[in-house]
């Protein structure tokens, strides 16, 4: 008998990769550990919560970010910050935000979709991050402290299971192993786009900004070519056409275009130029005009 197909717009997900009912307790611990961009003393640091199994959640009222893998660096402020990652990661530290922890081992029990992925942002002003938001500010502020022991527990199952509904929103579903290459795709790419100006930028760089290998790094960017150099080689070029033809930087010289978007030598940028364009820098410019 021959499977019926799945109704139109329904799409089918691995069930490996869904959350699913585990009994193992995510455990999870609140505190607000900042002041002023800086940890508060006698606080647990998000910095190494990773390396003794814990996941780390930074919230505030508007973002929040999970923390899973140990060799990234989870950026604190803008001073820690030396990558600048935290313009894609941004949350405000100051004494209202919060720290949750939970069991890494049970929260990928439960959702498996998360192992590997980069850390990953979501709203906490809208959607359901303002109801995980809220329920960590009212635990940390005690709204339990009279409860019984079975309502305390019940209520941070709820919450946990609010965590991972976010997670999921966050992820926009996308949990099948295709879904998780575009999300790290995306964040790299936005994190690429950043910083097309920093000629010092490299694929081991940004292998390390988001705790993968080269060769992880080098997967994401299969089919396009010459890798994920080639990519930024390409971003650069095309930011540098659309400069020259621009009558807002008529007035720029082509050497401080070039520098503008990462090229530190004109010869090296001519003769990529006109391998992409087929025409020189000041053939497009002249063109456009």
Same mark, same amino acid.
Not at 60 to 84: K, Y
Not at 92 to 98: A, E, G, I, P, R
């Given at each position: 008998m021959t499977?019926?197909p799945p109704?139109? #717009?329904?799409?089918i997900?691995?069930l490996a990769t869904?959350a699913v009912?585990?009994?193992?307790?995510l !455990?999870?611990q609140?505190?607000?550990?900042?002041m002023?961009g800086?940890?508060t003393?006698?606080?647990?640091?998000p910095q190494n919560?990773?390396?003794? #199994?814990?996941a780390?959640?930074?919230?505030d009222?508007?973002h #929040?970010?999970?923390?899973?893998n140990t060799?990234?660096t989870l950026?604190?402020?803008?001073?820690?910050?030396d990558?600048g990652?935290?313009?894609?990661? *941004?949350?405000?530290?100051?004494?209202s935000?919060?720290?949750?922890q939970?069991?890494?081992?049970?929260?990928?029990?439960?959702?498996?979709?998360l192992?590997?992925l980069p850390?990953?942002?979501?709203?906490?002003d809208?959607?359901?991050?303002v109801?995980?938001?809220?329920a960590c500010?009212?635990? !940390?502020?005690?709204?339990?402290r009279?409860?019984?022991?079975?309502a305390?527990?019940?209520?941070l199952?709820?919450?946990?299971?609010?965590?991972?509904t976010t997670l999921?929103?966050?992820l926009?579903?996308e949990?099948s192993v295709?879904?998780?290459r575009r999300?790290?795709? *995306?964040?790299?790419?936005?994190y690429?786009e950043k910083r097309?100006a920093d000629?010092?930028?490299?694929?081991?760089?940004i292998a390390?900004?988001?705790g993968?290998?080269?060769?992880?790094l080098?997967l994401l960017?299969?089919?396009e070519?010459?890798a994920?150099?080639?990519w930024?080689l390409?971003r650069?070029?095309?930011r540098i056409?659309?400069?020259?033809?621009?009558?807002?930087?008529?007035?720029?010289?082509i050497?401080v275009?070039?520098?503008?978007?990462?090229?530190?030598?004109?010869?090296?940028?001519?003769r990529?130029f006109?391998? *992409?364009?087929?025409?020189?820098?000041?053939e497009a410019r002249?063109?456009?005009?």
């Amino acid at each position: 008998m021959t499977a019926s197909p799945p109704p139109s #717009g329904h799409r089918i997900l691995p069930l490996a990769t869904l959350a699913v009912p585990n009994k193992a307790q995510l !455990e999870p611990q609140i505190s607000r550990p900042f002041m002023n961009g800086h940890l508060t003393a006698g606080r647990p640091d998000p910095q190494n919560i990773a390396t003794h #199994g814990q996941a780390a959640i930074i919230l505030d009222a508007r973002h #929040g970010v999970l923390h899973l893998n140990t060799t990234s660096t989870l950026f604190m402020d803008n001073q820690q910050d030396d990558t600048g990652a935290n313009q894609t990661h *941004k949350v405000v530290l100051d004494s209202s935000t919060l720290l949750l922890q939970v069991n890494k081992e049970s929260l990928l029990t439960q959702l498996p979709a998360l192992a590997g992925l980069p850390p990953v942002s979501f709203s906490t002003d809208q959607g359901p991050g303002v109801f995980l938001f809220t329920a960590c500010d009212l635990l !940390e502020k005690g709204s339990l402290r009279n409860s019984s022991e079975q309502a305390r527990k019940r209520l941070l199952r709820h919450m946990m299971e609010t965590l991972i509904t976010t997670l999921l929103e966050a992820l926009d579903l996308e949990v099948s192993v295709a879904g998780r290459r575009r999300h790290r795709q *995306k964040l790299v790419r936005e994190y690429i786009e950043k910083r097309l100006a920093d000629p010092t930028l490299t694929p081991q760089k940004i292998a390390q900004a988001y705790g993968i290998s080269a060769r992880a790094l080098y997967l994401l960017f299969d089919g396009e070519p010459g890798a994920v150099a080639g990519w930024i080689l390409n971003r650069r070029l095309e930011r540098i056409h659309a400069d020259l033809i621009n009558p807002a930087c008529s007035t720029d010289a082509i050497a401080v275009i070039a520098y503008r978007h990462g090229f530190r030598n004109a010869a090296h940028l001519s003769r990529r130029f006109r391998q *992409k364009f087929d025409m020189s820098p000041r053939e497009a410019r002249q063109k456009a005009s």
